[in-house]
């Protein structure tokens, strides 16, 4: 399965917008790409996906390299409720949903 | 929210005891996952289901099965629980989506069962 590279933890200021990076340098042509938040205590919560073009949703952008080897995911305005471990997952074949580490989102007011 | 409900939220249990778990959905969706979470760690894939008596290992399978007799309820059963089992299990759903290779929805998951073996 192809992996991602993210780093273990950020730091934002409440009301910035905060770019999370991910590299996936082996992503196959099929692989959609994930972003998964948990907030503490919690399940994983969906935030975005997209495959080649940047996409947009009520809860953040995905902005995806022309050559699929990044993406980062933006949070326009980070609030303190954003705090949380940020996922970048590949989905392969098998429609499964592999987890890496993520990276550790705090948010300073 | 998404329709699915994990039971119980809290277990303690001694060792060599079989525990079940239980993942509910009222979603109708054809894929179910358990994942369990351990201090500072991702998420770890136990068993997947594609349908229903359809099921797979994931990365940390063994000392796990899994059972899934209507599409509505995926079960995982620890047959002889142990220490290195006490860990946050996660149930997840999702749906398949025609002429995709890849997951291309969003999966749900639950709120998480609290697993203590002693």
């Known amino acids: 399965d192809a992996k991602t590279t993210q780093p273990n933890s950020m730091e934002s200021n409440e009301e910035e917008p905060v770019h999370l990076p991910c590299n996936h340098s082996t992503i196959s042509g099929t692989d959609y790409i994930h972003w998964y938040r948990q907030l503490p205590s919690q399940g994983p919560e969906y935030v975005i996906h997209?495959?080649?073009s940047n996409v947009n949703n009520r809860m953040a952008s995905l902005a995806i390299a022309e050559d699929r080897k990044s993406s980062t995911l933006i949070l326009h305005r980070a609030t303190l409720r954003d705090a949380a471990v940020y996922y970048c997952?590949?989905?392969?074949?098998?429609?499964?949903?592999?987890f890496g580490g993520g990276t550790r989102l705090m948010v300073k007011p | 929210d998404a329709g699915i409900t994990q039971s119980p939220r809290h277990k303690v249990t001694e060792t060599g005891t079989p525990v079940t778990l239980r993942c509910h959905q009222t979603?109708?969706?054809?894929?179910m996952y358990w994942y369990r979470q351990d201090p500072g760690h991702g998420l770890r894939l136990i068993h997947y289901s594609y349908g229903v008596k359809d099921t797979d290992k994931g990365e940390v399978s063994d000392g796990y099965s899994v059972s899934r007799s209507k599409t509505e309820d995926f079960l995982l059963t620890l047959e002889s629980a142990t220490s290195s089992q006490t860990s946050v299990y996660f149930c997840a759903i999702s749906e398949a989506v025609a002429g995709s290779l890849s997951l291309n929805t969003e999966a749900f998951f639950g709120q998480g069962t609290r697993l203590t073996v002693v």
């Open positions: 997209g495959l080649t």
């Open positions: 997952i590949l989905t392969s074949a098998g429609n499964m949903l592999t």
């Open positions: 979603e109708n969706h054809r894929y």
